[in-house]
């Protein structure tokens, strides 16, 4: 059985740091691509990055381009999402998704529990 | 960047009815298509994917269709568990991998 966890949100200051984990069992983590996904409270699903199973291929949403980074430790089965100068529009459930496919152009047919990031003062 | 717009954005049906509900793209594609469902404080579920492949274990009464710019989720008969909110998703090569921004459904 696939599961995804998530851990490491939590209440932050605007501009301060969180570091995302997702750890992964129930599939060979290293040959899947991986993706972060968000929603604010009340609102729709927002795309915030993909990593190919490798690492070698990563995407941004521009709302968080050379602000987060994504990356994986294929030894660990586990997906990381570090974010910097958090901002209020970042508060949202940052869900952990599994790919279907090695690359990064693949859909999600995974979805972990999700773990809520708070930006606040 | 390609943009995403479902139609409607909310929608009130009956049981038994047949619901359809449209996800159009800015640009073309291909069928690089997918559909979610996030039932009411739950996690979204991948429902279609390559615009018309049923994931497994999804009923059949959920169908996909379309290519290229245009693209249709269908529920053939809906029931009371199918109240949720609806998205769809592009995934191909170019990102971002936009969402649409959902269709929220009700029985009536």
């Known amino acids: 059985e696939v599961q995804l966890l998530e851990s490491g949100g939590g209440l932050v200051q605007p501009g301060g740091s969180l570091r995302l984990s997702c750890a992964a069992s129930?599939?060979?983590?290293?040959?899947?691509?991986m993706s972060w996904v968000r929603q604010a409270p009340g609102k729709g699903l927002q795309w915030v990055s993909v990593?190919?199973?490798?690492?070698?291929?990563?995407y941004y949403a521009d709302s968080v381009k050379g602000r987060f980074t994504i990356s994986r430790d294929n030894s660990k089965n586990t997906l990381y999402l570090q974010m910097n100068s958090l901002r209020a529009e970042d508060t949202a459930v940052y869900y952990c998704?599994?790919?279907?496919?090695?690359?990064?152009?693949?859909?999600?047919?995974?979805w972990g529990q999700g773990t809520l990031v708070t930006v606040s003062s | 960047d390609i943009q995403m717009t479902q139609s409607p954005s909310s929608l009130s049906a009956s049981v038994g009815d047949r619901v359809t509900i449209t996800c159009r793209a800015s640009?073309?594609?291909?069928?690089?298509l997918a559909w979610y469902q996030q039932k009411p404080g739950k996690v979204p579920k991948l429902l279609i994917y390559?615009?018309?492949t049923l994931q497994s274990g999804v009923p059949s009464r959920f169908s996909g269709s379309g290519s290229g710019t245009d693209f249709t989720l269908t529920i053939s008969s809906l029931q009371p568990e199918d109240v949720a909110t609806y998205y769809c998703?592009?995934?191909?090569?170019?990102?971002?991998?936009?969402f649409g921004q959902g269709t929220k459904l009700e029985i009536k």
């Open positions: 998703q592009k995934y191909n090569s170019a990102p971002p991998y936009t």
């Open positions: 129930g599939f060979t983590f290293s040959s899947y691509a």
């Open positions: 998704a599994k790919g279907a496919r090695t690359t990064v152009t693949t859909f999600l047919d995974y």
């Open positions: 390559a615009a018309s």
């Open positions: 640009q073309g594609i291909s069928n690089y």
């Open positions: 990593i190919s199973s490798s690492g070698g291929t990563t």
